[in-house]
């Protein structure tokens, strides 16, 4: 990083910046062998998903995405005055494709899921963009780098299929902005003539430049997911003796119950030792903590003060 400010001129800023985004926009094309008329550029896939809501839906027919799910779909279609129908997660927090076969103005959903960690095939993201051949079927994949398989394949055969990613969460670089879409050339000018019609100059010459630059780290990057993904698989064994439940997570947050103890208190207690855990009072979910995955040595803290609010708990039960 320190290379890439070594470079920084002054006049960078001077300037506005390049509307087509070229520097990033090739190298993430080259990063995932596409062509750069296929990729579309964003500050952060809010911003990407916010304007595939715009260029893509907007009909008649409400739009599709999980009960349980990332919180800002509703948000935007409320924003853009685009109707939609929410389809429950299955019993055991699953998509179930057979739910969104039905008249529709378009699908979004995370995979991995948010905030569940759930991880869907393949096959069965596949079963969804086929059933809906009229749809734009948007796959956010923010949390894919943590062990999923990516839907980008299945851009050959699909021309309705538009996957998003971002730089937030496996790149640790949530605060240079940067978020991508991968689509048919199609969908991405479609997209671009939208942006070109809203703000042609979302992105800064800095955040271009970085995000490139840091696209040419492959095994950097491999390294630093791997890390997350040990730590999160040690987090599975010590979670399970503390007397937690969980649908198994392809993302960098465990969606934990516990078998006694009420989620409520255990996040009230944790934050009153200053371990942040998310907490949603929201009937389905109620019971459950989004746990993210820190360092070895903040994910020991939140073990031996887990262990200490369940004997606490315990004894005013
Ligand atoms: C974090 C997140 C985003 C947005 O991330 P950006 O920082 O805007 O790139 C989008 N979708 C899901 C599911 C997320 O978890």
Not at 34 to 59: E, L, N, R, W, Y
Not at 98 to 126: H, M, W
Request: proline fraction near 5%.
């Amino acid at each position: 990083m320190q290379e890439i400010l070594d470079q920084f001129d002054i006049s960078m800023m001077r300037k506005y910046p390049d509307p087509n985004a070229q520097i990033l926009v090739d190298a993430l094309a080259k990063a995932y062998g596409v062509s750069p008329k296929q990729v579309f550029v964003g500050v952060g896939s809010d911003d990407v998903i916010s304007m595939a809501f715009m260029t893509f839906f907007g009909g008649n027919k409400p739009i599709l995405f999980p009960d349980v799910t990332y919180s800002f779909y509703d948000v935007w279609a409320d924003v853009y005055r685009i109707p939609y129908t929410q389809i429950p997660l299955t019993e055991d927090f699953r998509i179930d494709p057979k739910d969104y076969a039905r008249e529709n103005g378009g699908i979004i959903f995370p995979n991995p899921n948010a905030p569940t960690g759930v991880f869907e095939s393949l096959d069965t993201i596949e079963e969804i963009i086929k059933e809906n051949p009229d749809s734009i079927v948007i796959v956010d994949e923010a949390y894919i780098d943590f062990g999923g398989t990516s839907a980008l394949p299945l851009l050959d055969k699909y021309e309705n299929l538009l996957v998003v990613q971002t730089f937030s969460k496996s790149r640790s670089m949530a605060g240079m902005r940067i978020g991508f879409a991968i689509g048919s050339e199609k969908l991405i000018r479609f997209m671009n003539d939208v942006k070109f019609s809203v703000n042609s100059y979302t992105m800064n010459q800095v955040t271009l430049l970085c995000g490139a630059k840091t696209l040419e780290d492959d095994a950097y990057f491999r390294d630093t997911t791997a890390k997350i993904i040990a730590t999160r698989e040690e987090a599975k064994k010590r979670l399970t003796e503390l007397g937690f439940t969980f649908p198994d997570s392809y993302s960098n947050f465990i969606f934990a119950k516990h078998k006694t103890a009420d989620a409520g208190k255990i996040f009230e207690k944790l934050k009153e030792r200053r371990i942040f855990v998310r907490y949603w009072n929201k009937s389905r979910i109620s019971q459950y903590l989004r746990i993210t995955i820190g360092t070895p040595e903040e994910m020991e803290r939140l073990y031996s003060a887990l262990t200490e609010i369940l004997t606490e708990l315990e004894a005013t039960a």
